[in-house]
């Protein structure tokens, strides 16, 4: 099974990506504070954003029309639905956010949706 991204959607999710990758630093402050369950968890968090960026790309802007997560649908899920509930935590939690950190939180939360919305087909012809 898989989904498709255009590369608008593609460049989103990369940059949502990004940004929670950024945070890899934390597993090593979790595991010197004995939070080693909390570590693990990350952990896992990481290695599904790294298993999207390389099916994706790594590269800061697409060059594709049409990007293939060809992925276990499962996976694609669990990826997806994080990504959904990161974005939707982030838009309702109360707090000044930059105009652009909300802008792409929805978009990143509306893509989420569309995929989730899609599985286990992933036979949508995704719009540019």
């Known amino acids: 099974m898989?989904?498709?991204?255009a590369d608008s959607q593609r460049d989103e999710v990369y940059q949502y990506l990004l940004v929670d990758v950024g945070g890899v630093g934390d597993v090593t402050t979790l595991i010197r504070g004995g939070e080693l369950a909390l570590a693990r968890r990350l952990r896992s968090r990481f290695e599904e954003d790294m298993r999207l960026l390389d099916q994706i790309g790594w590269?800061?802007?697409g060059e594709k029309a049409v990007y293939a997560i060809t992925l276990a649908s499962d996976e694609i899920r669990s990826i997806f639905r994080r990504l959904l509930a990161q974005a939707l935590q982030l838009i309702d939690e109360p707090g000044a956010r930059s105009p652009q950190v909300l802008r792409q939180a929805a978009s990143v939360a509306?893509?989420?949706s569309i995929v989730l919305?899609?599985?286990?087909?992933?036979t949508r012809v995704p719009q540019p």
Do not use: S
């Open 117 to 122: 919305n899609e599985l286990p087909g992933g």
């Open 110 to 112: 509306e893509i989420a």
């Open 2 to 5: 898989g989904i498709l991204l």
């Open 59 to 61: 590269e800061p802007k």
